[in-house]
């Protein structure tokens, strides 16, 4: 089994290949040639998942050594695979919900010239992620991370008449970088620490210890933080989240597939896979917790107060990645929640961007909530499946949302002491503002009376209508995965149990029942629910927004966050970098020029001299000879 | 008879032969003047040796002697080859080696 993982990778690299190398005779079946190396991809994840299903738990990682890539003496740097129970969940993730929304774009992308392009983007970047969750060592997990970025840098950007969209994907790719740059300085620093990229060498495997269990706490602190500025980059945590809200310029697939589903869950992929260096640097654990806690509540904040669907699906993803993030910095009590409630989401907010991205399709692209309203009569597929959406990202007991959410939060307050009730209780009020603002996206999308507005150039009515099956069959199936896929993990812990062998776990000390940490839950959920409907079920909605309170208009400006970085990072370096431009422009190049000038001045006079003129050159000879006799006989005279 | 007074004439004829140089730009003249300066130059040699009684002068005499008319065989040949491409015999004219 073991070469069938490099095929995981090979069948979309392939495809992506085949699509931006094909040239146009491909244009038509260009679509369905990416799906189909997608749905590839998904059977060889299926396959190895069965197989895998047949060993027991200590014997289910696989390797697979590829070729040496950088075989220097000391630097041994190779291709090599590595497929533990962590990363086939993400395969499964990455393939199965990669496949769907492969086959959705088949009908979003339908008229849109550039869609072998966009396709063959697709699958490059679903070669990236998978790329990513199957490296064995930390610098081919690097390779992967860039090629996500590029991948989502190329899609965020992929309509690129619109200045806006450019902008955007400049923007992510640069606020990125910063992440990045950690996470290369991360490396760097585990390889002159441990002397190798690999996880084995570096992270310890059952029962051997890496060189992360040797290594002081001072440089494993180090090496954690710079890990958790890369997981801030990639999966948009504060500080770093400012690109995620703009990144949805790109299709609505792609916000589903990468900006949503997998390509920002990277950085809890990162720190648990990291969680032997994490659990013993305390300090790093406690920055990446308070991350968490600090994103999930932004994101919330800022998700109440978007009238443009899709900004306020993003709010809600980096606030649910703050969840993710949150506890996969509690530690081994958490690790196994992130990765599932990372599935869930995955699921459910999936869902949700592709069913926003139907009713952007029957709305003639229309995206502000304000414009919508009653669809539910016109759009019944894409109603009920963003519904099961809603009701699972809320926590509806029964559904995903549900036992993934409470389990973190339940693991929050399992942390102990002051810092586990600020931990449980910032994860309680973000539940409640997550329930508001997803009863709001719903209220104001399908219930309601009609705020639709007519086409500013043709004058036309929209005339909504639901989309054609292959946009509608996946969001069933994402629906369905959304409704069962937290109850089957939950299931006699099937999940943890899982997870075990690789991430470890532990029992936290809760303060509270985990009885009470649920109905407590859902109590703050049912308050979110129960407000949302007084502010926006009651009475009609306008379709301007009201101006709001000071709050209101700062969450609509994302909090300040672009004004922030624009004051305390743009404003800084634009203005470093005009006075070095002014130094180097006037300062060095004036002194160069200056002195190039005078020589050049100098020689144009000293020029003269030569004239060309043979009694000329005899003339100062015989001076030259005078002088010297003069000077000989002065000399004798003396 | 005085020999200072050999070295006052050949004060005069390198005198002659040096304002030649400078001012005429016929290259034969040219040639000769230079020819008048260096036959000065042996004249006060040779008188040198007489005021002082041994030969050294007038062997670096033969010296110029030779020395000269090797030059006079080199510069007449780039004389007669400038002349015969250009038509003239004008120094002035040959001022390509300035920039």
């Known amino acids: 089994m073991n070469s069938l993982i490099p095929l995981l990778v090979a069948a979309p690299l392939a495809g992506a290949a085949l699509l931006l190398l094909g040239g146009r005779r491909l244009d038509r079946s260009g679509p369905w040639l990416g799906t189909l190396a997608a749905a590839l991809s998904f059977a060889f994840g299926l396959a190895l998942f069965l197989d895998m299903l047949g060993r027991s ?37 990455i393939t199965g919900v990669g496949t769907l929304i492969h086959l959705y774009s088949v009908g979003y992308m339908a008229h849109d010239e550039r869609r072998r392009r966009f396709f063959g983007y697709l699958n490059l970047f679903l070669a990236a992620m998978l790329l990513l969750v199957l490296a064995d060592n930390y610098l081919l997990l690097y390779v992967g991370w860039e090629g996500v970025g590029l991948a989502s840098y190329l899609l965020i950007g992929f309509w690129q008449h619109k200045p806006s969209a450019a902008t955007a994907a400049k923007k992510a790719f640069i606020v990125n970088r910063v992440g990045d740059m950690g996470l290369s300085i991360a490396i760097m620093l585990m390889f002159t620490e441990f002397g190798s990229f690999a996880f084995g060498p570096i992270l310890g495997s059952e029962g051997t210890a890496g060189g992360a269990q040797q290594a002081g706490e001072g440089k494993l602190t180090a090496i954690g933080l710079l890990l958790l500025l890369a997981a801030c980059g990639k999966s948009a945590q504060v500080p770093l989240q400012s690109w995620l809200g703009d990144a949805m310029e790109g299709p609505t697939p792609v916000s589903a597939l990468i900006h949503a589903a997998t390509m920002v869950t990277a950085g809890v992929y990162l720190i648990t896979r990291s969680g032997a260096i994490f659990n013993l640097a305390p300090d790093a654990q406690t920055a990446v917790v308070a991350v968490g806690a600090v994103t999930l509540l932004f994101g919330a904040i800022v998700g109440c107060a978007k009238d443009d669907i899709k900004k306020a699906l993003a709010g809600s993803t980096m606030s649910q990645i703050g969840y993710m993030v949150l506890a996969a910095g509690l530690g081994p009590i958490g690790y196994a929640f992130a990765i ?43 109603f009920v499946t963003f519904g099961l959406g809603y009701l699972a990202i809320i926590g509806f007991p029964g559904l995903s949302g549900f036992f993934s959410k409470d389990k973190i939060i339940e693991a929050a307050f399992a942390r102990g002491g002051t810092e586990g009730w600020i931990l449980g209780l910032c994860a309680l009020t973000g539940a409640a503002v997550t329930a508001f603002y997803m009863t709001r996206v719903m209220l104001l999308t399908f219930f309601g009376e009609k705020r639709w ?73 049912l308050a979110g629910v129960g407000l949302a409907y007084l502010m926006y079920g009651r009475s009609p909605v306008p379709v301007t927004p009201p101006v709001g309170s000071p709050l209101t208009r700062a969450a609509r400006r994302d909090l300040l966050q672009d004004d922030f970085n624009h004051a305390v990072l743009v404003r800084p370096g634009s203005g470093l970098t005009a006075s070095l431009v002014y130094l180097d422009s006037k300062g060095l190049d004036g002194f160069v020029n200056g002195l190039a000038a005078t020589i050049g001045g100098i020689s144009g006079r000293l020029r003269r001299i030569q004239t060309g003129f043979a009694r000329s050159y005899a003339l100062s000879m015989f001076g030259g000879a005078l002088l010297l006799a003069a000077t000989t006989l002065l000399m004798r005279s003396v | 008879m005085n020999p200072v007074n050999y070295l006052y004439l050949a004060a005069l004829l390198f005198t002659i032969g040096a304002s030649g140089v400078l001012i005429r730009r016929n290259a034969i003249v040219l040639f000769m003047c230079v020819e008048l300066m260096l036959n000065a130059s042996n004249l006060a040699l040779v008188t040198f040796s007489r005021m002082h009684g041994n030969l050294d002068g007038q062997i670096i005499a033969f010296f110029t002697m030779v020395v000269a008319a090797a030059e006079v065989v080199v510069g007449l040949a780039i004389i007669v080859s400038i002349f015969r491409t250009r038509h003239s015999a004008s120094v002035d004219d040959s001022n390509l080696m300035k920039l």
């Not at chain 1, 599935?343 to 009713?359: D, I, P, Q, R, W």
């Not at chain 1, 054609?468 to 995965?481: C, F, K, R, W």
């Open chain 1, 57 to 93: 738990g200590e014997e289910r990682a696989l390797h697979q050594r590829l070729f040496s890539w950088i075989p220097v003496n000391g630097f041994q740097a190779d291709v090599s695979f590595q497929l533990d129970q962590l990363s086939i969940v993400f395969v499964l993730l």
């Open chain 1, 340 to 382: 599932m409630h990372l599935v869930t989401h995955g699921f459910f907010k999936a869902g949700l961007f592709l069913g926003a991205g139907s009713v952007m399709h029957g709305m003639d692209d229309e995206v502000n909530m304000r414009h919508y309203g009653a669809l539910r009569k016109y759009m019944p597929v894409t």
């Open chain 1, 453 to 525: 507005q007519p086409d500013p150039e043709t004058g036309e009515e929209p005339h909504p209508h639901e989309s054609p099956s292959t946009m509608t069959v996946p969001m069933i199936v994402l629906a369905i995965g959304s409704v069962f896929a937290g109850g089957l993990f939950t299931l006699n812990s099937s999940f943890l149990k899982w997870l075990e062998p690789v991430t470890g776990h532990a029992e936290g000390n809760s303060p509270l029942q985990p009885l009470t940490v649920t109905l407590l839950t859902t109590v703050c959920m």
